[in-house]
């Protein structure tokens, strides 16, 4: 969390048995309730905590202390679970800029074990860091095992050392990479527990199942015996009379047994009232198909913000409201409670959609395809559950091999960032192309801001985590039959196979349209082809090939070992017998398990989604086809690649920056004048070209002789941005009257009184451009793309989120369509690399340390085998809000997207 958006207010989280706690600050009317905690804890735990039995007046103190006001050396934050603190952590500090605090922790012994220490210290954590805290210190007995299993827990980084009877505990407030690993471990832990009442429940309600054919509340109760919930069934109306012999009751309070999951299908001024007799019921999930919410205005938003506080007050996950419902087809669960027309097929795919429609959409496509699904979450309104939620859970679900994404908005876009990238190196995650993001489009003066829209933002974000981004439905569930049953490519070579040299063509010409190479065959394995019409890649079989024949030359490219995918295209006539011809290439999928392979059946209607034993897909269209292989190849050459570090960039004066910033946002902050520019970025090692700035042709000459001819002169007015269409810059001035006479249009061509910047003219083979946007959802976003006039014109760049690894860096440059002019284009001199993604990893370290970075513009840089240099530089700072923290476990805020 930002420094500005210092944790003060409450956060629901989630413990490690998937209960739902609230952690705060503490306040002076938590006296009675700390009383209470430390009055029910035994002697024992006492004595760990203060060191001794503590008399009451020494707890009476430190509950004084606890509830002292907060100030900047002062923290303490609680648990408070169904209403009552059941822990409490502090942190207190010598003085109001020390960089180290006193930290202590104490849990209710009937609330141990289950990860609230843990959480109440990563809350600490995290609001020390914002008052600069750098590291919380404690002491702790030796016999105190589960204190120091909760510090050490925390991060590698935690140090301890004994003497004089106790352990001295340090750990450092800041969130590295050992630290958030953890954090996200027991995030999936947490989330996995607490939506098992969800996707796996026991005992099914459903709400408002009268007995009228074509309700919502009706079908979803059809839907839930028909597909054989294997569970406890029960229906709630106010007749209580049985529907097709599922046991009714008027009131979710009057059912036999407690429930774990409820399904809500009444008005939605109704919800409420409902949602209350679940918590009565014991339901740890509820599901609410009611629409009327925050889709519906401030009445609804209302509603909604009231429908989350009841199930947060009482322990329930909530999915919707305004949703589809929820599926889970594990044999062991059978769970439809959704109102879409009909369940799709046991599989490996789950399925997350904000769209109800979308969702019938996909489920559908799934079911005339044969995509097998595992779970289907409709998410609605995303009160609660959200699809960082569902990537939690899906993260170590064994039925799930495959994830489907369908987001109209992020609610904590770089949380997802982390966490969806962690998913896809274990598992692929597709999404479909579609951005509604509420960070709206930007209006920042920069060619970075203006690059950094949020198409192209999702679409970095999707790129660095491994996402695989379709542009829509069909072509998303082809790539997941290609990527749930099939193995990952190895390369990408493809080989095809048909019977038809028009659509083997045109398979072709696709494959190599989406990255994919079609190599020639080597001798050998044409020399086995012998007697096609055409032997050589792609394998023309002729029309009349027999089915044997064709599993024939299959079978000789499959195993040839020059292929990294196999396409087989089969066209039917009259005159052949395509069901046999996939008769013959089932075994040839089947014999070849580490090879994917896809097939294409042409001329007839009722196709097989299917072949082989191992259920190769089979698509009416090569297009198709190559778009899901290509698909595949591309998700394995990602996972194939490292995961990349953030490499240590030596001495970096974070504080000084710090120093430098808030002198200039209390000046009004804005876009900064050359020398502040100049300054900022030297403090992390980034260095432009001097520039000396003059406000009279007189002081212009004189600047142009003591840097030496050429120069060099532009406006010094820090908002242009098309200085050269503006006749704001003038290039090649080789003598004291081209100074003068260039001086007096330069200066007119900016604001009043910003006066002009002398520069030595320095030349490079390749010019660039690099930048910073911040956006409080996304974070900041670098660019890198081609410098100069070019930067709109060809709109060649490469963009990510930070954090910036080091393959990041090193990816950015390669990305451009540019980059061989990077690398010695032509016999042209190759620029150095090295100091480019140097240049970048600090940009991005910039950009991380100090989001009130709103926007930097480095433009040109230029880059040769000499290094690079940044000629000129525009940054605008603005004050950081409140933003959501990546690494801080909480749940949805009520009120966020």
């Not at 000459?701 to 120069?711: F, I, K, N, S």
Request: aromatic letters at 4%; a neutral charge; one cysteine or more.
């Amino acid at each position: 969390m930002t420094a500005g958006a210092a944790s003060a207010g409450r956060a629901d989280a989630l413990t490690s048995d998937g209960r739902i706690v609230t952690i705060r600050p503490v306040h002076g009317g938590d006296r009675r309730a700390l009383a209470a905690l430390f009055g029910a804890a035994s002697e024992e735990s006492l004595r760990l905590r203060f060191f001794a039995a503590p008399s009451s007046a020494a707890i009476s103190a430190e509950i004084d202390r606890l509830c002292r006001h907060r100030d900047d050396r002062h923290l303490v934050v609680a648990a408070a679970e169904a209403g009552h603190i059941v822990g409490v952590a502090s942190a207190e500090r010598t003085d109001d800029t020390a960089r180290r605090a006193e930290f202590a922790v104490f849990v209710a012994e009937p609330a141990r074990g289950r990860g609230i220490g843990t959480l109440l210290l990563e809350h600490l954590a995290v609001r020390a860091r914002a008052l600069g805290i750098t590291e919380l210190v404690g002491e702790v007995l030796p016999v105190n095992t589960g204190m120091l299993r909760v510090a050490h827990d925390l991060s590698a980084r935690v140090w301890s050392r004994f003497g004089d009877g106790v352990v001295d505990v340090g750990l450092a407030t800041g969130d590295d990479e050992s630290a958030v690993a953890a954090i996200d471990a027991r995030d999936r832990c947490a989330e996995r527990a607490s939506l098992a009442a969800l996707l796996t429940p026991a005992s099914v309600a459903v709400a408002g199942a009268g007995h009228h054919r074509g309700s919502v509340g009706h079908e979803t109760l059809r839907a839930l015996r028909e597909y054989g919930f294997t569970g406890r069934l029960y229906a709630v109306n106010r007749h209580a009379t049985p529907i097709d012999g599922i046991p009714v009751a008027r009131s979710l309070r009057d059912l036999p047994a407690p429930v774990d999951l409820v399904v809500i299908a009444v008005p939605a001024e109704e919800v409420a009232g409902v949602l209350r007799d679940a918590a009565a019921a014991g339901a740890r999930a509820a599901v609410v198909l009611s629409s009327g919410f925050g889709e519906a205005g401030p009445e609804g938003e209302r509603r909604q913000r009231e429908l989350l506080g009841i199930a947060r007050a009482h322990g329930i996950r909530l999915v919707g409201p305004n949703c589809l419902g929820v599926l889970n087809t594990d044999p062991r669960v059978r769970l439809n409670a959704a109102f879409a027309p009909a369940p799709p097929p046991s599989g490996g795919l789950a399925i997350a959609s904000q769209s109800g429609a979308v969702g019938i959409a996909l489920l559908d496509n799934a079911l005339r395809t044969g995509c097998g699904v595992s779970t289907f979450v409709s998410l609605g309104n995303k009160a609660d559950v959200s699809g960082n939620d569902l990537i939690a859970y899906w993260y170590d679900d064994p039925a799930t091999r495959a994830v489907a994404l369908y987001l109209e908005s992020f609610g904590n876009p770089r949380k997802f960032a982390r966490t969806v990238r962690a998913l896809a190196r274990r598992k692929p995650v597709l999404a479909i192309k579609s951005v509604r993001s509420r960070a709206g489009q930007r209006a920042g003066a920069s060619h970075t801001a203006a690059a950094a829209a949020p198409a192209a933002t999702v679409d970095a974000l999707f790129a660095q985590a491994g996402v695989v981004r379709t542009d829509d439905l069909g072509e998303l569930l082809d790539a997941a039959r290609m990527l749930t049953g099939q193995p990952l490519p190895g390369g990408d070579r493809l080989a095809i196979v048909g019977n038809a040299g028009g659509l083997n063509v045109l398979a072709a010409d696709a494959a190599e349209a989406r990255g994919l190479r079609v190599p020639a065959l080597s001798p050998a394995v044409r020399g086995t082809l012998a007697g096609c019409a055409s032997s050589d890649n792609p394998v023309d079989l002729g029309a009349s090939a027999t089915p044997a024949a064709f599993a024939e030359a299959a079978e000789s490219v499959a195993r040839s070992g020059e292929a990294d995918a196999l396409l087989l295209v089969i066209v039917a006539t009259r005159a052949n017998a395509p069901a046999a011809i996939l008769s013959a290439l089932g075994p040839v999928v089947d014999g070849c398990p580490d090879l994917p392979v896809a097939a294409v059946l042409v001329g007839r209607g009722d196709e097989a989604p299917v072949l082989g034993t191992r259920g190769a897909p089979v698509f009416a269209l090569p297009e198709r086809a190559v778009a899901a292989l290509a698909h595949a190849s591309t998700y394995a050459a990602w996972r194939r690649q490292p995961l990349g570090s953030r490499p240590d960039l030596g001495i970096v004066d974070v504080e000084r920056a710090r120093e430098l910033i808030a002198g200039a946002l209390a000046d009004g902050g804005g876009w900064l004048p050359y020398p502040r520019v100049a300054g900022l970025l030297h403090c992390y090692g980034i260095e432009i070209l001097p520039a000396e700035r003059v406000r009279t042709g007189v002081a212009a000459v004189a600047a142009a002789e003591r840097l030496g001819y050429p120069v060099v002169l532009k406006s010094a007015d820090p908002a242009l941005v098309h200085k050269s269409d503006t006749g704001a810059v003038r290039l090649g001035l080789t003598g004291a009257a081209a100074v003068r006479d260039a001086f007096d249009a330069v200066v007119a061509a900016g604001a009043p009184g910003a006066g002009a910047l002398v520069q030595r003219q320095v030349s490079a083979p390749v010019e660039l451009v690099a930048g910073i946007a911040h956006d409080p959802s996304f974070g900041s976003v670098l660019l890198l793309g081609l410098g100069g006039v070019r930067t709109d014109l060809l709109g060649d760049r490469s963009l990510r989120l930070v954090p910036l690894t080091d393959l990041d860096a090193r990816r950015m440059w390669q990305d451009l369509r540019s980059a061989p002019l990077l690398t010695g284009y032509r016999g042209g001199p190759a620029a150095d690399t090295a100091a480019l993604e140097d240049l970048l990893l600090r940009l991005g370290r910039l950009a991380e340390n100090h989001p009130e970075v709103a926007e930097l513009d480095l433009n040109p840089v230029l880059a040769g085998p000499d290094g690079v240099v940044a000629v000129d530089a525009k940054l605008r700072l603005v004050p950081a809000g409140a933003e959501p923290d990546p690494a801080l476990r909480r749940l949805r805020a009520a009120g966020r997207p």
